[in-house]
């Protein structure tokens, strides 16, 4: 892919499945990662496994100093900030709306909202210190575009990254910095395995992906390439959209 080789990428999540895969796709196409994640000892082996020199930093981006900080850290270590891949997420957990807490509803907030607000603001305001363009790709879900009865935190949470991925779109447009997403489906990672009762568990999983159109679940590397080509220049003139990777799953 065009224009990713010496970038510097920063991804957060970096330690779960979608983003270790990210990160290494990036690493591929030669762009030196700073791997985020809270998980420091899985982070620590992803960003070792890299092929081009990369760099982690523990931080929890719900916190506004910690997304501050790991800005930094990725521009000391490497001089810049390119790219900035915005993917750590949570789902919560299975409750229907008559028993959803507030404290549930607040926690996945913070980290798929409000985590994503200041990960593309700090990242704007390292591209205005640089004086560069830059791109944003922020992952949401085929959670983004529909609704759900026992998922409602973590829907919520997914179709408001979209008011941050349309404003900071025609915000950044004028000063060279793309902002898009990824709409993910059903891609067995951690997320699952935090939570076991969604929708009757892994064989529901398994059933719904093989209804997909293409017959089968997703996966991290999926994901990861249309994440690349986002942040390639490939992608020159997208901006604002979302890109569904769910094997169809969004037309059916
Ligand atoms: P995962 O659980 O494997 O990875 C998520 C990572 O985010 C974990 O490594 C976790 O430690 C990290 N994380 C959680 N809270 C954090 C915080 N406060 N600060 C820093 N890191 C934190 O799950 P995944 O499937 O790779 O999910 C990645 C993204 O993809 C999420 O935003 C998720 O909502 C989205 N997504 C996943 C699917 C799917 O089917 N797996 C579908 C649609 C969207």
Redesign the pocket.
Known sequence: MRGLRGKVAIV?????????ATARRLAEEGAHVVA????EE??RKVAESLPVEGHWVR?????EEEVTGYVRAAAERFGRVDLHHL?????GSFATLPTLTVAEFDQVM???VR?VFLGVRAAFRQFADQGSSGNVVI?????SLRGSADLLA?QTS?HAVLGILKGAAMYGGPLGVRVNAV????????????TPEVAGGKDDMSRRASSTPLRR??T?DD?AGVVAFLLSDDAAYMTGEVVSVDGGAAIV
């Open positions: 957060t999540g970096a330690a779960g499945g979608i983003g270790a985020v994640d809270l998980d899985r982070l931080a929890d981006v719900s916190s993917n750590a997420g949570i789902p913070a980290v798929n985590g992952t949401g879900s085929i959670g973590y997914k709409a993910p489906g059903i891609v067995p990672t951690d997320l699952f395995a935090a679940a997703g991290g994901v």
